[in-house]
């Protein structure tokens, strides 16, 4: 399969995409611009499916249905790539705290490679024969979008998919794919948990039981349940990303806030590493002298994703006659999130989802092998990073032709 050629349009939709992201449960604009396009190309359209996402289904004739999926939610995070397209919007968040916005974990890129694979499957119908289900997903960051659209009647009113595609794309190098069978992205679960102290004069600590040193041992030794606690052949990694407390330098409050990430891939390692966070967070909390007990909240859970062997063979194989030798590679498992994979369990239907390389080619070119690319990745910005800014091109062309292309795969032929 040729290039693409993405067009101007396609250029200045992602481009309109990154400058305008939305949270969770409010890409309002993305939906109208994605059910706009998908309508103009012939796909019927359903909009507000799970909230804020958006449907389109094109059959033409007899055969699979296959579905490809894109999310399109983006971060509280404040940009700063210094793109002349970088975002500069705020919004509320469901806390009801202003915040800035930015696509920093690239679903303005999967929007617009979808939107594209969408026009170059439409105009190539007398080759192909089935029903594409096209599903762009609200709240993928949250973990409750996917899940939002089956409790919808997605597959009920859509029909069910024999296949569910997508991709991510990554600080890999632009024009590359990355496809692992088997466990493939970690299940990520998220916690919200506050420790009580007592309050007093920033004078007079000794009238206080200080729960932002309460926090700061407590952040300290939750990095044991990985250094101490999980053996070198297990995978799993404990993140402590916020910590609130307090409004002024000499007040000691009484209250502080944890928000904390945990990705593993194993039930049984999960199961541990959860006890021994709640473990820990109550011991410290009494070996401070905590008036009262922490509270331990789950926030957001993802399921591991699952990647089908079989299917990822079959795709495997078309993306190999795509790309030139060794531009296809197993990144191992991933330790991102993904809720991709419930789509796929509510359909019973196999998935097939890979990593599509983002990063400027010229950052790798020192690299002899896997090793040397793998330090080159960890000094690139990440994804939820504020500089994380994909290349345009040859990412939305190879996101294109990986998207048909894995269609294709399980489309039947005209």
Do not use: K
């Not at 939709?13 to 604009?29: I, K, S």
């Not at 997605?154 to 569910?164: M, S, T």
């Not at 990303?241 to 806030?257: F, K, L």
């Not at 993802?302 to 990647?307: A, D, E, I, M, S």
């Amino acid at each position: 399969m040729s290039s693409v050629a993405v067009d101007a349009d396609l250029v200045a939709l992602y481009r309109d995409l990154h400058a305008h992201p939305e949270l969770a449960f409010q890409e309002r604009r993305t939906a109208q611009v994605v059910a706009a396009r998908l309508r103009a190309l012939g796909y019927e359209t359903t909009t507000e499916v799970g909230g804020t996402g958006v449907v389109g289904v094109l059959r033409n004739g007899p055969g699979p249905t296959v579905l490809l999926r894109a999310d399109m939610d983006a971060l509280p995070v404040l940009e700063q790539t210094g793109l002349p397209y970088a975002s500069t919007a705020r919004a509320t968040d469901a806390g009801g705290r202003e915040v800035p916005v930015m696509h920093a974990c690239g679903h303005d890129v999967h929007v617009t490679c979808l939107l594209g694979a969408a026009a170059v499957l439409a105009d190539e119908r007398s080759a192909w024969s089935g029903t594409l289900l096209l599903v762009f997903q609200p709240a993928e960051e949250v973990g409750r979008g996917a899940q939002a659209m089956i409790d919808d009647g997605l597959f009920d009113r859509f029909g069910r998919p024999d296949v569910v595609l997508g991709q991510h794309v990554g600080p890999l190098p632009a024009g590359m794919l990355a496809l692992r069978p088997g466990p493939a992205f970690a299940a990520a679960d998220s916690l919200r948990i506050v420790l009580h102290g007592t309050g007093a004069h920033g004078s007079r600590p000794e009238t206080s039981i200080d729960p932002v040193l309460m926090a700061a041992a407590t952040v300290l030794r939750l990095q044991g349940i990985v250094a101490r606690e999980t053996a070198a052949t297990e995978t799993a990694v404990v993140t402590v990303g916020a910590m609130h407390a307090g409004t002024q330098a000499n007040i000691i409050p009484d209250r502080a806030e944890l928000l904390l990430n945990v990705r593993t891939f194993d039930p049984a390692v999960r199961d541990r590493v959860l006890a021994a966070v709640e473990r820990i967070v109550r011991a410290e909390a009494a070996a401070s002298g905590a008036p009262r007990e922490p509270e331990i909240q789950a926030l957001e859970s993802f399921p591991v994703l699952v990647n089908d062997e079989d299917a990822c063979t079959r795709t495997r194989a078309s993306f190999d006659r795509l790309l030139e030798p060794r531009r296809v590679i197993d990144p191992g498992p991933v330790t991102g999130s993904e809720d991709v994979g419930l789509l796929a369990t509510a359909a019973g239907a196999p998935c097939v989802y890979w990593l599509l390389g983002g990063s400027d080619p010229a950052a790798f070119a020192t690299a002899r092998g896997p090793g040397d690319m793998g330090q080159i990745v960890r000094r690139l910005p990440s994804n939820h990073s504020p500089h994380f800014a994909p290349v345009i091109e040859p990412t939305l062309d190879l996101g294109i032709r990986a998207l048909v292309c894995a269609a294709r795969t399980w489309l039947a032929a005209a």
